[in-house]
């Protein structure tokens, strides 16, 4: 068990509190990456659509 630096806040479970973070921001990070994903996905998927029946029309 390697212990942190002096200074360091530690929650319940007695990991370092800014390990807690990174991990929350990298959930948050990767729903919100996933949420763009699809809405980029379903806005190409639209503009291909248009721009196709545009061309064709």
């Known amino acids: 068990m390697v212990q942190g630096g002096e200074g360091v806040s ?3 479970t007695g990991n370092p509190r ?3 973070e990174i991990a ?3 959930a948050k ?8 994903a699809a809405d980029y996905i379903v ?5 291909m659509v248009c721009v196709y029946m545009y061309t064709c029309i």
């Open 24 to 26: 929350e921001d990298r």
């Open 29 to 36: 990070w990767k729903a919100l990456v996933a949420s763009d």
């Open 10 to 12: 530690r929650d319940q």
């Open 18 to 20: 800014f390990l807690q």
């Open 43 to 47: 806005c190409m998927y639209v503009c």
